[in-house]
């Protein structure tokens, strides 16, 4: 699996916890495809992530952090990625970000 797809989590009441460390070919999360999953806590990234699409994690309420460090090849976030996530506080920011 090197994409997932647009919407394809999306609206998930009950997701607290998504963990992607162990997909080594997934490159590339469409846009929505976490959005408004109002208890997502936490997300484990991909290592070898290259790509977030728009609105990715938009609208999840209880979101405080997000941290792309360990996607040492993530280079493009899309727009509004992490809008009206009211709990954010805190966001570490991939080493290879050109957009």
């Known amino acids: 699996l090197e ?3 647009r919407r394809v ?6 997701l607290v916890t998504i963990d992607f460390r162990e997909c080594l070919s ?3 999360i469409g846009h929505f495809a976490l ?4 208890v997502l806590e936490t ?4 290592p070898r992530l290259e790509e977030l699409g728009q609105f990715v994690l938009k609208d999840c309420q209880n ?3 997000v941290d792309f460090r360990t996607c040492s090849t993530l280079c493009r976030i899309g727009d509004d990625a992490l809008a009206e996530c ?5 966001v570490h920011w991939p080493p290879m970000l050109e957009e």
């Open 26 to 28: 997934l490159r590339r």
């Open 86 to 90: 009211p709990a954010l506080t805190i």
């Open 35 to 38: 959005a408004k999953s109002p």
């Open 3 to 5: 994409e997932l797809g």
């Open 9 to 14: 989590v999306q609206d998930c009441p009950r």
């Open 43 to 46: 997300v484990h990234w991909p």
């Open 63 to 65: 979101l405080a952090t």
